[in-house]
């Protein structure tokens, strides 16, 4: 089965940048999109930016600022994040879907990895 598997979280200063990456253990175009949501301490998880496997196209939030950008190279989804603000902090967390539909609805998705927390301080 699918597995992924999350990396590159830490402490960091505000203004700082990351890079998050989801190694996918498995054949990575069986999925359909693979995502990047967040989870800041109180909140309900929301979706960040999702990358199509057939083409690499990616989609983002429509509220995101321009600051994060998802690729893909060699199985692996990374998450680049930028000027990075105290507000950023969560678990990051990549997921995999198999089938379409609407991109940032977190029941939708089928397999989760464990997550990597990352913390800013200003």
């Known amino acids: 089965q699918l597995q992924l598997r999350e990396s590159g979280g830490g402490s960091v200063q505000s203004g700082t940048s990351l890079r998050l990456s989801c190694k996918v253990l498995?054949?990575?175009?069986?999925?359909?999109?693979v995502a990047w949501f967040r989870q800041a301490p109180g909140k309900g998880r929301e979706g960040l930016a999702a990358?199509?496997?057939?083409?690499?196209s990616p989609t983002y939030r429509r509220t995101l600022e321009g600051r994060f950008t998802i690729s893909e190279d060699k199985g692996t989804v990374y998450f680049q994040m930028t000027d990075l603000k105290p507000e950023d902090t969560a678990i990051y967390y990549c997921?995999?879907?198999?089938?379409?539909?609407?991109?940032?609805?977190?029941?939708?998705?089928?397999?989760w990895g464990q997550g990597t927390q990352v913390n800013v301080s200003s």
């Open positions: 997921a995999a879907v198999f089938t379409g539909g609407r991109l940032f609805t977190v029941a939708k998705y089928d397999i």
């Open positions: 498995g054949d990575i175009k069986s999925t359909k999109w």
């Open positions: 990358l199509q496997t057939s083409d690499g």
